[in-house]
């Protein structure tokens, strides 16, 4: 029973944040400050999220595998390299990196 609450507060509470951002009147989205953070706040998200996954193991910051992978995509990705080239220098590296027992 308590998944199910669960489950039906998340419901409602994303409508209720989709219903907001469409009562919001349009002057307040054209403010600049608003601009500036409808822009930065995405790629600040997804920076947040791929540290996470990559740093964290519960509660405890570790470096294995999958710091190897990030740091592979961050060097294609100063190389200028394809997304698809960094995506696979990413998963090789992390796979090696596990083949040798890391």
Known sequence: MNI???IGLTVVGC???KLAGLLVP???LERPLVRRLAALLPGAL???LTAQQAFADGRALVLDARAAGLA???VALLL???FLLVVAAAVLVTAGVRALGG
Request: glycine share 6%; hydrophobic share 80%; charged share 5%.
């Open 72 to 74: 592979a995509a961050a």
């Open 4 to 6: 199910w609450l669960a």
């Open 15 to 17: 409508y209720a944040v």
């Open 46 to 48: 997804l920076a947040a």
């Open 80 to 82: 200028r390299a394809p």
């Open 26 to 28: 349009a002057g307040v």
